[in-house]
């Protein structure tokens, strides 16, 4: 399977703590994405990480990304009760045309 | 700028019914995705599309069909609802290229008993 694999599959964490979740994946690829989903609604992108690059910022995102490991990892810092969502690793190949997404993390943050 | 819209946003079906989702975009994107998402399974691809005319298998295609007849229109039908089939339905679409990324729609949740 193409498919990332994210964990761990739920983390509850009090507000102002960091929340951090990984994504491990077994092919090749052009760059990984996360997105986030509230409750009900469309994922929404986050980041995105090309294969060549190793760290990435945005806001108080943090993403890694290891390709002899295969693996990457999301780091929310200070978090605050509205980043309650569920979080999806999403991997682009360098053929083809579809993206692969994880199964997420859920993430509670508490008040 | 609507970006990505679906209709219906709810939808009880009774196995054996037909029925189809619309998915609209106003981005001018030329590929188009339909994804269901279940509990526990992430998101799965059931078709895609490249561009107008064009349509594609993604990883679950079975009691499914689409049709891109307009750059800014993706339908899915379901022609005989299963209650397998009971999902939440995701549209998305990007643009060309590597490097872009995904713009999903709300969502359409369907019930089939």
């Known amino acids: 399977s193409q498919q990332g694999e994210e964990d761990p599959q739920a983390l509850s964490i009090q507000e102002g703590e960091n929340a951090t979740m990984n994504c491990s994946y077994k092919?090749?690829?052009?760059?990984l994405q996360w997105y986030r989903q509230n409750s009900g609604r469309g994922l929404v992108h986050l980041i995105l990480?090309?294969?060549?690059?190793r760290e990435k910022h945005s806001g108080r995102l943090r993403v890694t990304l290891d390709t002899s490991k295969k693996s990457s990892s999301l780091l929310i810092t200070a978090s605050r009760a509205a980043d309650t969502a569920s979080y999806f690793c999403?991997?682009?190949?360098?053929?083809?045309?579809?993206?692969?997404f994880g199964t997420g993390t859920s993430l509670t943050v508490i008040p | 700028n609507a970006g990505v819209t679906q209709t219906p946003k709810f939808r009880v079906l009774k196995t054996g019914q037909s029925m189809t989702l619309l998915c609209a975009q106003d981005?001018?994107?030329?590929?188009m995705y339909w994804y269901r998402q279940d509990p526990g399974m992430g998101l799965r691809l059931i078709h895609y599309?490249?561009?107008?005319?064009?349509?594609a298998k993604g990883e679950v295609p079975d009691g499914y069909n689409v049709s891109r007849l307009k750059k800014q229109n993706f339908l899915l039908g379901l022609e005989s609802a299963a209650p397998s089939q009971t999902s939440v339905y995701f549209c998305?679409?990007?643009?060309?290229?590597?490097?872009?990324?995904?713009?999903f729609g709300p969502g359409t949740r369907l019930l089939v008993l």
């Open positions: 999403a991997l682009r190949g360098n053929t083809g045309n579809q993206f692969y």
């Open positions: 092919t090749s690829i052009n760059n």
């Open positions: 990480i090309r294969s060549n690059e």
């Open positions: 981005m001018n994107h030329e590929y």
């Open positions: 599309s490249v561009g107008e005319g064009t349509t």
């Open positions: 998305a679409t990007n643009a060309r290229g590597y490097q872009e990324t995904q713009y």
